[in-house]
């Protein structure tokens, strides 16, 4: 378990400083638009031919992939933090079909499933851990993709209230890349979508997976009749 005392701490403590500054100050050091941005063309396609997609961000931040998505269809972009907000909607003026919403996207995303929303495209890139959407994102995709975020937990600080967060989500404190996108796949499973990983990228201390998710008949995925 973790030792408040042990000298790991106070280096650990202080790389956790740095990491804050740069979220701050915005560093794209710490945001890796390029590689989210070709993943997002490599997933999506490189030449949007279809320019009709319903894309949900929710977390967009000052709009470095906001942009992109916007070729691809409309876009729901929400910031929580005032001062973001307003950069984002400045860098994304010129775009008529990108709407903003200055929410905290932990909770609104329970009112866009209250509200019966679908979208093709739902991206989930917070700072944290993405855990508290699952499994109910899911009812926001009937077919479509899902980039997601991922914090690696090896490479950050593990206090207690981290690791009962990651017990609680993964049964284990330090899972692996493997054991979460089993755990990812199989929240799928909780509202009979299914979930295949098409691609995982590695941004240092950060993994960012896509999925495809489709909608599945319970009888037909599990060979059950109802009789
Ligand atoms: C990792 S950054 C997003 C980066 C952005 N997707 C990009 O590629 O440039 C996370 C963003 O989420 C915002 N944020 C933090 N908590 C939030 C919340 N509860 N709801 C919505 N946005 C939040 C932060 O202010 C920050 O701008």
Redesign the pocket.
Known sequence: MFDEKSNDKTYRAIRHDITRKKQSEYCDTL?H?NQ?INQIKKTLGDAPSNKDLKILE?????G??TKVYSEYGSVIA????SS?FDILKDNVKEMSLVSCNR????LHFHQLISDKQKFDVVDI???GFPNRFFPDVFLLIEQGVMFVTMPKPYVNILNGITQTHLISYYGEYNPNQESIIKRIVLWGLCHWRQVELIDCIDCKSIWRFSFSVKKVKATEYTGVKNR
């Open positions: 945001h638009p989210k929710l977390f967009a931040g000052q470095n992939l929400n910031e929580y933090k973001v929410v905290d996207s932990f890139d917070p700072y």
